[in-house]
Nanobody, 115 residues
Framework: QVQLVESGGGLVQAGGSLRLSCAASGNSVPISLMGWYRQAPGKERELVAVMSTEGRTNYADSVKGRFTISRDNAKNTVYLQMNSLKPEDTAVYYC?????????WGQGTQVTVSS
């Protein structure tokens, strides 16, 4: 069973920055894909950014140029550097890990951007 522990959320003013971290444990095989999703009140969960073991990335159009995903495979940890934050970035951010064909989710961390 894979466990994901997120950290780094909080309250920030518009234009500010936050860095999220997600550490995975309990996997006996490499995690093929790690990344971040978010869910705002009344909206569906959406992809923010994901990264493969080989370093391939995929970003939502709304965060391109502002957010950067990175990954330390040796530590089974993925990071999300969020710059130039906007009020519309306010959401619960969830870490996701894909191990073979099974997805695991973290408990979520709240990011609130004030205007």
């Amino acid at each position: 069973q894979v466990q994901l522990v997120e950290s780094g959320g909080g309250l920030v003013q518009a234009g500010g920055s936050l860095r999220l971290s997600c550490a995975a444990s309990g996997n006996s095989v490499p995690i093929s894909l790690m990344g971040w999703y978010r869910q705002a009140p009344g909206k569906e969960r959406e992809l923010v950014a994901v990264m493969s073991t080989e370093g391939r990335t995929n970003y939502a159009d709304s965060v391109k140029g502002r957010f950067t995903i990175s990954r330390d495979n040796a530590k089974n940890t993925v990071y999300l550097q969020m710059n130039s934050l906007k009020p519309e970035d306010t959401a619960v951010y969830y870490c996701k890990a894909l191990v073979i064909i099974r997805s695991y989710w973290g408990q979520g961390t709240q990011v609130t951007v004030s205007s």
